[in-house]
């Protein structure tokens, strides 16, 4: 499709299976993946021979980063790797969507969250390191190699707490939501294993003022 509306649909609606079914109605969930979409992008409808939408000053610049660029600025991740940040929540800017964390706003416009690339090369080891809770939801989109984890599930009145091992193999990712105990590693299962390569991805959510209209919560 042209302009790039295939894109649009695929985030924004279902697929569908049955192409003599009666078009559905539309739901609260495809509204906020449309609004989400807008809010990443700054669009808003634009009629002709009228001044075009303003740009919002938080808009970022593009930017192009790569594994091989030794400028990029590096880190310590919080199991003792060491990451190269493709792109810093500054570069970023707050533009992955208030609608998505806050629900639909009172005031359009807000700004919102916003998020941290890394690459990662863990070499291969005998067992994970001491596990880290984030505030944030973290994202690991393994490239090469099989990346392993090690989660716990929290204690709830029906059951204790328990230890899940999840590998997230080449092209696959794993989400972890705020809150939750885990650990990564290359676990070595051969005497030549090369390194797992994976991405890391930090959600960081704007703050989201109380609405009197919606909450996603409720």
Excluded at 48 to 57: G, Q
Excluded at 108 to 136: D, K, N
Excluded at 203 to 218: D, E, G, K
């Amino acid at each position: 499709m042209p302009g790039g509306l295939d894109e649009f649909f695929h985030n924004s609606g279902v697929p569908v299976t049955d192409y003599y079914a009666p078009i559905p109605p539309i739901t609260i969930e495809e509204i906020l993946r449309t609004a989400f979409w807008a809010e990443q992008r700054g669009d808003a409808l634009h009629f002709p021979n009228t001044p075009a939408p303003p740009v919002p000053a938080y808009t970022p610049d593009h930017v192009i980063s790569s594994i091989s660029d030794s400028t990029r600025p590096t880190k310590t991740g919080p199991f003792g790797e060491k990451r190269l940040v493709l792109l810093t929540p500054q570069e970023v800017g707050n533009i992955t969507g208030a609608t998505a964390f806050c629900g639909p706003p009172p005031i359009p416009g807000r700004p919102g969250g916003t998020v941290e690339y890394s690459y990662v090369a863990l070499q291969p080891s005998s067992g994970f390191p001491g596990q880290y809770i984030s505030p944030y939801t973290e994202v690991f989109f393994t490239m090469t190699g099989n990346l392993s984890l090690r989660l716990e599930t929290q204690r709830t009145a029906n059951s204790a707490a328990q230890t899940r091992f999840v590998t997230v193999e080449p092209l696959t990712f794993i989400q972890i939501e705020p809150g939750v105990p885990f650990s990564i590693a290359n676990i070595r299962n051969s005497p030549n294993q090369a390194n797992t390569e994976t991405l890391a991805i930090s959600v960081i959510p704007p703050v989201c003022p109380p609405s009197p209209f919606f909450s996603l919560n409720q």
